[in-house]
């Protein structure tokens, strides 16, 4: 009974089956769906042309349906004659056009396919994400992403500002201007070693970036105020200093929006994590096109990772929902208490950075290795902060008790706020030193604005710290990897007792690497401005980094065991780095527009901020321009572009809310007609079965 | 180029131009790929339309599909007696489907199909689970199966049968960015 019901409602393609019998295999492609939509797009079987949907229009838009037509070959031939038939002219202009458009997606594709062969470590990061699941993939793409982004920043400050300083330093003309005679004590400045120097003291230079490394590129001691002008060429190497720092900040920005507004548009479309997650993996996470056996074992150990972590988000999320409200006090105020110990935790882990930084400063000066640890010492401090609070936190957010990826990212954020304002400390503490807890005129300060007996130079100085740090967090990622990581390993590989197996093989943390990478990053940016070269040094940072925890993840450890959603955590990691780049362009806002530069060293001797080369630069500039750049940042232009800004994003907030709610209306109007379609299936059955009883009385009663 | 080639008339040719998603130089290069296959089975002239089926362990054999799971849905799928041994026009159909000009509404009615495992026009349960197990080589315990199995009907079923009709599965298919992406095969 429902067969026949079902043919007769799927419209009249099936008329074709009808020759075999039911017992033969039929082709399944003859065997037409059954669908109501069918019968709306494809009424009588008329031959006439079916508006389907059509990718582009084209002149012989009826010739293309065709090809959309879901039957085999001889049908859809058959289809074409009667439409030849009926069309008498064919035209070519159209398949010329269709032939361009295959050509120009052929050489996009080959374009592609080159691109993914040069792209950096492609091969790696497929094993990567095979063996140990999409988190820890997203970590080496963000590392990779972060190598890409310094070694093009790297270019951009070697190309205006390191090998013009190079060329230039020859042929221009640097001023030492002195304008007033009281002046001299702070253009004193000597960073060169007097005298025999020892052979570990240069080993000691390179590391805490001293002696023959501070008067080199390096730092921004080395270079000068040097203006080229030429007849026809010009080259102002301050300018250049200036404006190469701030579009290397702005460039970051925009390669940052740039990525996040790919993960965000992909996390937007899917309609949110947590809605159709299910049926699109089963469905549609499969790539049909991936080529042998290695690859698709990848794939599926990867889909196989993906269903376990929605699977247990499931679970959390249930046993959370069937707590009882007694339960829910209790749980809510641990977590409230276990906040405020973490908070506590982390504000004394801040006074430990100031106590050292002070300490350090009033110590240095001493020389060989007990020298070298003073100088050390807020790097330390700082990384022994990142490593013990991150565990006690830990073991706070295990009597908390959230969701999986709600303790991740509380965990994340708890590590993002140490780290970066741990930065942020050391950078405060500096800063009082060097301005005199921000009072000029008391003190040291009274002669040049600054201390220049502690700091002669105090941007090689900041340019000093921050490579250190560096330095010192690439030094601690490769040690914990030899004294902890591999020792472990064999620990718990060639030791059985209960001790090692409880301790067992580690996992790659994600959120605490990816933290790792945001604060070296954020360093790099403070320090930037200071010490140009360190986006290369960082560049080749990252890419020992990058085969450092590839190796220890592939010989340490074990895959997840709490598994890691990897959707929205790209989007995330993103949202920290930006975190981490505004503090940073706060420290490089400040230390152009405030702080008076060294007279002793840099190419901003005599300028009273590093800004003011712009400004008297923007003065040289012509009237027109002048006007123009007015206009642009006068008010009578940057009001209406506010208001007009505001309208078009009010207009589009607008066109989103109501292409939701039209989403909304569709889909519940679609549950409507399948309810309407089982109703009606339903009394089509019970009138049949009516019908029939009817006729068995009505035969019954003939043949009495 | 093609016009000097004795393999299919002019009509042939055209015919296959607007009935797949590929043009003249790729049919013929398709054509040469399905003789490879067996070269003593296909003969090099088609324009007397030779009744020539390639068996599916040809088929399956290549490399474009023969470490695909869903290998031998998809040329069941395709084939006209729907066992896998296909002629040329299904072969031409399979990988024209596959191909990245192929809209998306023609690829999920395939794709439906293909995952409907029991050819009964509903992809109800048991469907589901052969597909997940082949998606995951088995991987999954029984409870995990299930698991998926009914969040799956319950995202996707919209009229509350408790299986997926080819308009459930097409309407879920709108929702997903990347189908067109991993739906298609290179060759």
Redesign the interface.
């Known amino acids: 009974m429902a067969m026949e019901i079902?043919r007769q409602d799927s419209g009249v393609w099936d008329d074709s089956e009808d020759n075999g019998s039911p017992g033969d295999?039929?082709?399944?492609?003859l065997?037409r769906?059954?669908?109501?939509?069918?019968q709306k797009n494809y009424p009588q079987f008329s031959w006439s042309v079916t508006p389907?949907?059509?990718?582009r229009e084209g002149p012989r838009g009826s010739?293309r349906d065709?090809?959309?037509l879901?039957m085999?070959?001889?049908l859809?031939?058959a289809v074409?004659q009667v439409q030849q038939m009926q069309v008498p002219v064919v035209s070519r202009m159209d398949?010329w056009k269709?032939?361009k458009t295959?050509v120009l997606?052929k050489l996009k594709?080959d374009a592609m396919e080159i691109l993914s062969f040069f792209t950096l470590w492609n091969k790696s990061l497929q094993m990567i994400g095979g063996n140990f699941g999409g988190g820890v993939q997203s970590y080496f793409l963000f590392l990779r992403f972060l190598v890409i982004l310094n070694f093009i920043s790297f270019l951009l400050i070697a190309g205006f500002v390191l090998i013009p300083s190079i060329v230039f330093s020859s042929v221009g003309t640097s001023f030492l201007v002195l304008n007033s005679t009281g002046l001299e004590n702070c253009t004193k400045y000597d960073p060169n070693p007097q005298g025999l120097v020892a052979f570990y003291k240069y080993l000691l230079d390179v590391v805490s970036g001293t002696g023959f490394m501070e008067y080199s590129y390096l730092f921004y001691g080395y270079y000068n105020n040097t203006v080229v002008e030429d007849s026809d060429f010009s080259y102002n190497i301050p300018l250049a200093y200036v404006f190469t720092a701030v579009f290397y900040f702005a460039f970051c920005l925009i390669c940052i929006i740039a990525r996040m507004g790919t993960a965000a548009r992909?996390a937007v479309?899917?309609?949110g994590s947590t809605?159709?997650?299910?049926?699109?993996t089963?469905?549609?996470?499969?790539?049909?096109?991936?080529?042998?056996?290695t690859?698709?074992?990848l794939q599926?150990?990867n889909?196989?990772y993906q269903?376990?972590v929605?699977?247990e988000e499931?679970r959390i999320k249930k046993q959370a929902a069937a707590l009882t409200s007694k339960e829910k006090v209790v749980l809510y105020s641990v977590r409230v208490l276990m906040g405020f110990l973490a908070l506590g935790l982390i504000i004394a882990a801040f006074y430990c950075i100031f106590l050292a930084t002070n300490f350090s400063q009033q110590k240095s000066g001493t020389s060989g290795i007990q020298g070298l640890i003073w100088d050390y010492l807020p790097s330390i401090v700082i990384t022994a902060a990142n490593f013990m609070v991150p565990l006690l936190c830990d073991q706070i957010a295990v009597i908390e008790r959230y969701a999986p990826s709600t303790t991740v990212i509380v965990a994340l954020l708890r590590a993002v706020f140490l780290r970066l304002v741990s930065l942020g400390v050391l950078l405060f503490t500096l800063w009082s030193q060097i301005t005199c807890d921000g009072d000029t005129n008391t003190g040291d300060c009274k002669l040049c604005q600054y201390n220049h007996n502690l700091y002669p130079c105090w941007e090689t100085r900041i340019g000093q710290e921050m490579y250190k740090l560096t330095l010192f967090d690439l030094l601690t990622n490769i040690a914990v990897l030899l004294l902890v990581e591999f020792p472990r390993r064999i620990v718990v590989d060639h030791w059985s007792s209960k001790l090692a197996r409880w301790v067992g093989r580690q996992e790659f943390e994600v959120p605490l690497n990816v933290l790792g990478l945001v604060y070296g990053q954020t360093v790099v940016w403070t320090g930037a401005l200071f010490c140009p070269l360190l986006p290369a040094i960082n560049t080749i940072k990252f890419i020992i980094l990058f085969y450092c925890k590839k190796a220890t993840l592939f010989h340490n450890c074990r895959p997840a065991q709490k598994t890691f959603r990897s959707t929205t955590s790209s989007f995330f990691f993103l949202m920290v780095l930006l975190f981490g780049w505004s503090l940073a362009t706060l420290v490089l806002i400040y230390s152009l527009s405030e702080i008076q530069p060294s007279l002793g060293c840099g190419p901003f001797s005599f300028f009273p901020s590093m800004w003011s080369v712009v400004a008297n630069t923007f003065y040289k500039l012509p009237t027109v321009t002048r006007e123009f750049l007015f206009f642009i940042g006068s008010q009578a232009f940057s009001i209406p572009l506010f208001v007009l800004s505001c309208v078009v994003m009010c207009y589009f907030a607008a066109l989103f809310s109501v292409h939701g709610k039209n989403v909304a209306l569709l889909?519940a109007q679609?549950?409507l007609?399948?309810?309407d379609?089982?109703f009606l299936v339903k009394q089509i059955v019970e009138l049949s079965r009516r019908l029939q009883t009817l006729h068995h009385s009505a035969g019954e009663e003939e043949s009495i | 180029m093609g016009n000097k080639q004795t393999i299919f008339t002019a009509q042939q040719l055209d015919a296959y131009q607007d009935c797949t998603y590929f043009t003249r130089k790729e049919i013929l290069r398709l054509f040469y790929r399905y003789r490879d296959l067996a070269p003593q089975l296909v003969p090099l002239d088609y324009t007397n339309h030779p009744d020539v089926k390639l068996p599916y362990e040809l088929i399956g054999s290549m490399p474009e599909l023969k470490d695909n799971p869903f290998r031998q849905r998809i040329a069941e799928v395709f084939s006209e007696d729907g066992e896998g041994n296909m002629t040329l026009d299904d072969f031409l159909d399979m990988f024209s489907v596959l191909s990245e000009m192929a809209p998306r509404d023609l690829k999920a009615y395939y794709a439906f199909k293909i995952y409907d495992f029991n050819d009964d026009d509903f992809i109800c349960k048991s469907d589901l689970e052969k597909t997940l197990n082949k998606l995951t080589r088995n991987e999954l315990t029984e409870d995990e199966v299930r698991m998926v199995c009914e969040k799956v009907i319950d995202e996707a079923d919209l009229d509350n049968d408790g299986r997926l009709s080819l308009e459930d599965f097409q309407h879920m298919i709108v929702r997903a960015p990347d189908f067109l992406s991993t739906f298609h095969i290179r060759i």
């Not at chain 1, 769906?33 to 069918?38: A, G, K």
């Not at chain 1, 809605?275 to 699109?280: L, R, T, W």
């Not at chain 1, 089963?282 to 056996?293: I, K, R």
């Open positions: 079902q295999r039929q082709s399944l492609r065997r769906v059954s669908s109501q939509v069918t389907t949907e059509t990718d010739q065709i090809r959309t879901p085999p070959m001889a859809k031939r074409r398949s269709r032939k295959k997606l594709d992909v479309a899917t309609g809605v159709s997650n299910y049926s699109i089963v469905f549609t996470a499969w790539n049909y096109g991936c080529l042998g056996d690859a698709t074992t599926q150990k889909l196989h269903l376990q929605d699977l499931e889909r679609l549950k007609e399948g309810r379609k089982q």
